[in-house]
């Protein structure tokens, strides 16, 4: 079954800084990359995803790029601000497939104002 | 609209009682998945609905596990006999369909004393 890892576990930054959270995952059949944000007390919350015929997509500060080859995808957001400070998963799964994501362990993400 | 909704939102039950987690998902969403989500730990899936379909209950831990889904709308996820290591985080979430987003609810905190 697909294993996907997450890299770092907690990440610190200063307002205004870059933020960048890596994910490797293990099954070449997966196609499909979602990242959520998590708030304290909430369910997770989708705010990009990827497919696999792209390298990379934006939506304003946050940029999800794609290396297919190496089996890796990191989550990249610009400008941090406060609000930004959350948990954030990766996912990987296969579309065509159950689409059953397999998540990484998190990463969370503090954002010092 | 109404996102997705889980009952109750904490659980405090003794070892070896049952418990009974209810989720009403978004109207007219086909797609229905249970996680678990530990402490410091990723979303594990338990079970998912599509449709009529007969469900993917892959995830589930153990034969304590079991869920339902009545008329295609709510589900109810049911431990039996549960044990300290039930303890965790179970989150709902649904889907027009399996192609589509996931939405999650805000998730049920089991403790299990």
């Known amino acids: 079954g697909e294993n996907v890892e997450q890299h770092p576990s907690t990440l610190s930054v200063q307002e205004g800084d870059s933020a960048v959270i890596k994910c490797t995952y293990s099954?070449?059949?997966?196609?499909?990359f979602p990242w959520y944000k998590q708030e304290l007390g909430k369910g997770p919350q989708l705010i990009i995803d990827?497919?696999?015929?792209?390298g990379e997509k934006k939506d304003q500060r946050i940029a999800v790029t794609l290396n297919k080859t190496a089996k890796h995808f990191s989550l990249h957001i610009t400008e941090t601000q406060p609000e930004d400070s959350a948990v954030y998963f990766c996912?990987?799964?296969?579309?065509?497939?159950?689409?059953?994501?397999?998540f990484g362990r998190g990463t969370s993400l503090i954002v010092h104002p | 609209g109404a996102g997705v909704s889980q009952s109750p939102s904490n659980k405090v039950t003794e070892k070896g009682k049952d418990v009974e987690l209810r989720c009403d998902p978004i109207?007219?969403?086909?797609?229905l998945y249970w996680y678990r989500q530990s402490l410091g730990q990723g979303l594990e899936f338990l079970i998912y609905?599509?449709?009529?379909?007969?469900?993917?209950k892959s995830g589930l831990p153990s034969d304590r596990f079991s869920a339902e889904r009545t008329g295609g709308s709510v589900s109810t996820l049911t431990i039996q006999r549960t044990q300290q290591e039930d303890s965790a985080v179970y989150l709902c979430?649904?889907?027009?369909?399996?192609?589509?987003?996931?939405?999650f609810g805000p998730g049920t905190r089991l403790t299990v004393t």
């Open positions: 979430a649904s889907s027009l369909s399996y192609l589509d987003e996931q939405y």
């Open positions: 099954d070449s059949a997966s196609n499909y």
């Open positions: 990827i497919r696999s015929n792209v």
């Open positions: 996912a990987a799964s296969e579309a065509g497939g159950s689409y059953i994501p397999t």
């Open positions: 109207s007219g969403h086909t797609a």
């Open positions: 609905f599509q449709g009529n379909s007969a469900p993917d």
